[in-house]
């Protein structure tokens, strides 16, 4: 007889290590251990979820435990993913498994929770009221009606926190015992119970009453119908139905079902006939698919038709039997994009992002796990879709800055499209009408291929602009008026010829800087170092970035004046002044703060669409991709809102955003014209915006970042230092700057390959009671990067990183402050 051939896993712990670990499968394991499937492990004297990333046949590691559970019944991930999250961990320098567990739907993981329970003493001395504080009786009382019980939901139940000190004593007396437990994640697939007959022959039907013979019919028709349905057809189904199991008749099953996310019903379309510069697009990219890694980059200006150019490359992708996901940015484009497709592709398609309730979530990753689903869409998270085949990955709106995620692995979602597709031989597609400066780069360094639509669907002029400059506009300051007379001019005509209006500026709420009359200060926000802004609905100062917030009532915290001037714009202010002024139109506003609830979005655009809004006031949310053709005047109230950012892409965000809103307009078959009012007519962003001229943009840009060695021309590696004690924090950022220092002495390579510029106080000098500084390590070579990143993280936890702070590595940084 052969030996039992060992078994081990390569496992990757959602702890924060860097290394994985390799176990032994215990023979009744082995069975179930597959890659993508997550497992219980002992690390040091505790235990952990992890996630199996490879079966290796052997392993050098000395000492190796066993694994105690498999937790899953199918993985959660496909193989040809394992390498894809080693990549990631290794770039963006972060722990393996904390990389997958943030890619994972959450909600799954398991957690070890101390349960408590009464012993026999414990009820003894309870019955005798024997000496127990009052609140030690409280806990024996309530241990003893429910069980053992988490320490978390006792003190839930007793709402008062219970500390180790008291449990202890507790068990230290021998009147509980404590344990610690598993407990399963919170989201597990949903099931249903549903009715089925019992015996293959149709029972006979003499002697039954006319219900049941009903619910037999229904089911000799359907074969199956699901509990909850019935008994809603027949209110007293429920004790019947358990007198026809018990009589031999039915048969109650139980299984699966998926949540459903996705709202109305939509029709089917057919394709429309493609352009000619469609065609031409269209063809190459169906000529890359299924023939290895390639990434193409479609610089198409607005109204061109880049969606349509996107579906018949899935449809390509999906007729050679691979599969796609489609990127974008935000979650308001998502259920525009997601109809179209829907509409197009009807129900293999998913849904991935951060509006879903962790159940609709986890049953959508579980469609794609089980290829019911051949495409996912969805925000940047969505590039972690666990598709085996993938065969092409859209990008849509590649320079949007959301695709960046700034906390935890800060990965970038577009950059991650190209490593995929590399890793998985696939075309990425990179699409946009104002492509990022990095892309655009890559096309001109032939690292990318470059597509392009230069003509708008039938034709339609792209929209005029007008620059207005603000500095000549003295009455308009002295009023406070957002809009000049122009385009109170404009948008009258507008309005006139029932069409639709879109005023755009990037800030909301009322006053962004308000401040004293008194003393002059302005409103500042208690754990940042930032102003507060004053929102009129909430009559309050609120932080954006901490959500602090207090009543206007308070007024001046330096002074105590009570009296605070609104001043600086938002566009809680500019609804209230277009109300104002055009008191029969209908105004919309649409930002962060009026669609914070759920459907709220959805409930605008489609007022939107079926024209019952007549003016729409909104941030950057409004500024892209979305499609409504009666929009023939786009208001832009202040250009410069972005323009003085102290980030080397200040310049890019504003052409970005300006030729964006602008290409809102004139999308049907009225033309558009465009308002941008400004302090700065003459800046090139501005200008370049105003006449959608791309190349011109990219080669004033590109000349600045050469001379300054800035991406695309070198690459950034940030190191963020947080701490909440000022003092304790910049020593932290000097010594660290020191090591930099000396690390780079030891390396002549590193020495000679990145620049180290810092330690300074971040922009932003505090936030949400954090004092932060930061490195800035700058170099043509990624190895030399990674490499300093690496050891001053290695020494800095080693040495130097006081208990209080934090060091945080993000590469290629995209929010500098
Ligand atoms: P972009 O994303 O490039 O700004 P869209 O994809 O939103 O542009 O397309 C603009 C409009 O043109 C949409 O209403 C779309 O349905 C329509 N369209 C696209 N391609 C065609 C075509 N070949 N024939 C007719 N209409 C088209
Ligand atoms: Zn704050």
């Given at each position: 007889?052969?030996?039992?051939?060992?078994?081990?896993?390569?496992?990757?712990?959602?702890?924060p290590?860097?290394?994985?670990?390799?176990?032994?499968?215990?023979?009744?394991?082995?069975?179930?251990?597959?890659?993508?499937?997550?497992?219980?492990?002992?690390?040091?004297?505790?235990?952990?979820?992890?996630?199996?990333?490879?079966?290796?046949?052997?392993?050098?590691?000395?000492?190796?435990?066993?694994?105690?559970?498999?937790?899953?019944?199918?993985?959660?991930?496909?193989?040809?993913?394992s390498?894809?999250?080693?990549?990631?961990?290794?770039?963006?320098?972060?722990?393996i498994?904390?990389?997958?567990?943030?890619?994972?739907?959450?909600?799954?993981?398991?957690?070890?929770?101390?349960?408590?329970?009464?012993?026999d003493?414990?009820?003894?001395?309870?019955?005798?009221?024997?000496?127990?504080a009052?609140?030690?009786?409280d806990?024996?009382?309530?241990?003893?009606?429910?069980?053992?019980?988490?320490?978390?939901?006792?003190?839930?139940?007793?709402?008062?926190?219970?500390?180790?000190?008291?449990?202890?004593?507790?068990?230290?007396k021998?009147?509980?015992?404590?344990?610690?437990?598993?407990?399963?994640?919170?989201?597990?697939?949903?099931?249903?119970?549903?009715?089925?007959?019992a015996t293959?022959?149709?029972?006979?039907?003499?002697?039954?009453s006319?219900?049941?013979?009903?619910?037999?019919?229904?089911?000799?028709?359907?074969?199956?119908?699901?509990?909850q349905?019935?008994?809603?057809?027949?209110?007293?189904?429920?004790?019947?139905?358990?007198?026809?199991?018990?009589?031999?008749?039915?048969?109650?099953?139980?299984?699966?079902?998926?949540?459903?996310?996705?709202?109305?019903p939509?029709?089917?379309?057919?394709?429309?006939?493609?352009?000619?510069?469609?065609?031409?697009?269209?063809?190459?990219?169906?000529q890359?698919?299924?023939?290895?890694f390639?990434?193409?980059?479609?610089?198409?200006?607005?109204?061109?038709?880049?969606?349509?150019?996107?579906?018949?490359?899935?449809?390509?992708?999906?007729?050679?039997?691979?599969?796609?996901?489609?990127?974008?940015?935000?979650?308001?484009?998502?259920?525009?994009?997601?109809?179209?497709?829907?509409?197009?592709?009807?129900?293999?398609?998913?849904?991935?992002?951060?509006?879903?309730?962790?159940?609709?979530?986890?049953?959508?990753?579980?469609?794609?796990?089980r290829?019911?689903?051949?495409?996912?869409?969805?925000?940047?998270?969505?590039?972690?879709?666990?598709?085996e085949?993938l065969?092409?990955?859209?990008?849509?709106?590649?320079?949007?800055?959301?695709?960046?995620?700034?906390?935890?692995?800060?990965?970038?979602?577009?950059?991650l499209?190209?490593?995929?597709?590399?890793?998985?031989?696939?075309?990425?597609?990179?699409?946009?009408?104002?492509?990022?400066?990095?892309s655009?780069?890559n096309?001109?360094?032939?690292?990318?291929?470059?597509?392009?639509?230069?003509?708008?669907?039938?034709?339609?002029?792209?929209?005029?602009?007008?620059?207005?400059?603000?500095?000549n506009?003295?009455?308009?300051?002295?009023?406070?008026r957002?809009f000049?007379?122009?385009?109170?001019q404009?948008?009258?005509?507008?309005?006139?010829?029932?069409?639709?209006?879109?005023?755009?500026l990037?800030?909301?709420?009322?006053?962004?800087?308000?401040?004293?009359?008194?003393?002059?200060?302005?409103?500042?926000?208690?754990?940042?170092?930032?102003?507060?802004?004053?929102?009129?609905?909430?009559?309050?100062?609120?932080?954006?970035y901490?959500?602090?917030?207090?009543?206007?009532?308070?007024?001046?915290?330096?002074?105590?004046?009570?009296?605070?001037?609104?001043l600086?714009?938002g566009?809680?202010?500019?609804?209230?002044?277009?109300?104002?002024?055009?008191?029969?139109?209908?105004?919309?506003?649409?930002?962060?703060?009026?669609?914070?609830?759920?459907?709220?979005?959805?409930?605008?655009?489609?007022?939107?669409?079926?024209?019952?809004?007549?003016?729409?006031?909104?941030?950057?949310?409004?500024?892209?991709?979305?499609?409504?053709?009666?929009?023939?005047?786009?208001?832009?109230?202040?250009?410069?809102?972005?323009?003085?950012?102290?980030?080397f892409?200040?310049?890019?965000?504003?052409?970005?955003?300006?030729?964006?809103?602008?290409?809102?307009?004139?999308?049907?078959?009225?033309?558009?014209?465009?308002?941008?009012?400004t302090?700065?007519?003459?800046?090139?962003?501005?200008?370049?915006?105003?006449?959608?001229?791309?190349?011109?943009?990219?080669?004033?840009?590109?000349?600045?970042?050469?001379?300054?060695?800035?991406?695309?021309?070198?690459?950034?590696?940030?190191?963020?230092?947080?701490?909440?004690?000022?003092?304790?924090?910049?020593?932290?950022?000097?010594?660290?700057?020191?090591?930099?220092?000396?690390?780079?002495?030891?390396?002549?390579?590193?020495?000679?390959?990145?620049?180290?510029?810092?330690?300074?106080?971040?922009?932003?000098?505090?936030?949400?009671?954090?004092?932060?500084?930061?490195?800035?390590?700058?170099?043509?070579?990624?190895?030399?990067?990674?490499?300093?990143?690496?050891?001053?993280?290695?020494?800095?936890e080693?040495?130097?990183?006081?208990?209080?702070?934090?060091?945080?590595?993000?590469?290629?940084?995209?929010?500098?402050?």
């Amino acid at each position: 007889m052969t030996r039992f051939k060992k078994v081990f896993v390569e496992v990757a712990v959602a702890l924060p290590v860097f290394k994985t670990l390799t176990y032994e499968v215990p023979e009744q394991l082995v069975s179930a251990a597959r890659i993508g499937k997550r497992v219980l492990v002992p690390v040091r004297n505790s235990q952990a979820t992890g996630y199996i990333l490879d079966l290796p046949g052997e392993t050098e590691q000395e000492g190796v435990k066993q694994v105690l559970d498999v937790l899953d019944e199918h993985p959660l991930f496909p193989p040809s993913m394992s390498p894809f999250f080693r990549w990631i961990a290794d770039y963006y320098i972060h722990p393996i498994g904390e990389v997958i567990r943030g890619a994972l739907p959450s909600g799954l993981n398991a957690t070890r929770v101390r349960v408590i329970g009464i012993t026999d003493c414990g009820r003894a001395v309870l019955s005798r009221r024997g000496s127990l504080a009052a609140f030690q009786t409280d806990i024996l009382g309530a241990l003893e009606k429910r069980g053992p019980v988490a320490v978390r939901a006792l003190a839930s139940v007793l709402q008062r926190e219970i500390s180790c000190h008291v449990i202890n004593q507790l068990e230290g007396k021998g009147l509980v015992f404590t344990e610690r437990r598993i407990q399963k994640g919170r989201v597990c697939p949903k099931k249903e119970k549903y009715v089925e007959r019992a015996t293959k022959t149709a029972p006979p039907l003499e002697g039954l009453s006319g219900k049941s013979r009903e619910i037999l019919s229904m089911l000799e028709g359907r074969g199956e119908i699901a509990l909850q349905a019935l008994k809603k057809q027949f209110p007293t189904a429920g004790p019947l139905i358990t007198k026809m199991v018990t009589a031999g008749l039915l048969r109650i099953g139980e299984k699966e079902v998926y949540r459903d996310p996705f709202g109305d019903p939509i029709h089917r379309d057919s394709p429309p006939v493609l352009t000619a510069d469609q065609a031409s697009v269209v063809d190459e990219i169906v000529q890359s698919v299924g023939q290895g890694f390639r990434t193409c980059l479609l610089h198409g200006i607005t109204g061109s038709g880049k969606t349509e150019v996107y579906m018949r490359a899935v449809a390509a992708a999906l007729d050679k039997g691979c599969h796609a996901v489609v990127l974008v940015p935000e979650i308001a484009l998502i259920s525009q994009t997601e109809r179209l497709f829907r509409a197009r592709f009807g129900d293999c398609v998913a849904l991935l992002h951060s509006g879903l309730s962790q159940g609709e979530r986890f049953d959508q990753w579980m469609r794609i796990v089980r290829a019911e689903a051949k495409i996912a869409i969805g925000a940047r998270s969505a590039i972690f879709a666990p598709f085996e085949r993938l065969g092409l990955i859209i990008v849509d709106e590649e320079h949007d800055d959301s695709y960046k995620q700034e906390t935890r692995v800060r990965y970038h979602a577009r950059d991650l499209a190209v490593v995929r597709a590399k890793l998985d031989n696939a075309v990425a597609l990179l699409g946009s009408a104002t492509p990022s400066v990095q892309s655009y780069f890559n096309v001109q360094t032939r690292r990318y291929h470059g597509l392009r639509l230069d003509k708008r669907i039938e034709n339609q002029a792209l929209p005029e602009v007008r620059i207005v400059d603000l500095r000549n506009d003295k009455e308009g300051r002295r009023s406070k008026r957002l809009f000049t007379a122009e385009l109170k001019q404009a948008m009258e005509e507008t309005l006139e010829r029932k069409e639709q209006v879109l005023l755009f500026l990037n800030r909301r709420g009322f006053a962004s800087s308000p401040t004293c009359t008194s003393c002059g200060a302005p409103v500042r926000c208690k754990n940042c170092d930032v102003t507060m802004t004053y929102h009129q609905g909430a009559n309050a100062f609120r932080c954006h970035y901490c959500g602090h917030s207090f009543p206007k009532t308070t007024g001046c915290r330096v002074c105590g004046n009570p009296r605070v001037k609104p001043l600086g714009l938002g566009t809680e202010q500019v609804e209230a002044q277009v109300k104002a002024a055009f008191p029969e139109a209908t105004v919309a506003r649409m930002d962060r703060d009026t669609t914070r609830h759920k459907g709220a979005l959805l409930r605008m655009l489609k007022d939107l669409r079926r024209g019952k809004t007549d003016i729409l006031v909104g941030t950057q949310m409004v500024a892209q991709g979305h499609h409504y053709p009666n929009i023939t005047l786009v208001g832009i109230l202040c250009a410069d809102l972005s323009l003085n950012f102290p980030d080397f892409r200040a310049g890019e965000r504003t052409f970005q955003l300006l030729a964006q809103v602008a290409g809102r307009a004139g999308r049907g078959t009225c033309p558009g014209r465009v308002i941008l009012q400004t302090y700065n007519p003459d800046h090139f962003c501005i200008t370049t915006a105003a006449d959608q001229a791309y190349a011109a943009f990219y080669r004033h840009e590109t000349a600045f970042r050469k001379s300054v060695m800035y991406p695309p021309y070198a690459r950034l590696v940030q190191i963020l230092l947080t701490g909440k004690d000022e003092a304790q924090t910049a020593r932290f950022a000097h010594e660290l700057g020191r090591l930099c220092q000396s690390l780079q002495k030891e390396n002549p390579a590193l020495a000679k390959d990145v620049r180290v510029l810092g330690p300074v106080a971040a922009p932003l000098s505090r936030i949400k009671k954090q004092y932060r500084w930061h490195l800035l390590l700058k170099g043509k070579s990624a190895d030399s990067l990674h490499a300093l990143a690496r050891s001053l993280k290695a020494a800095a936890e080693q040495a130097v990183r006081p208990a209080d702070t934090k060091l945080i590595i993000n590469v290629d940084p995209v929010d500098m402050l």
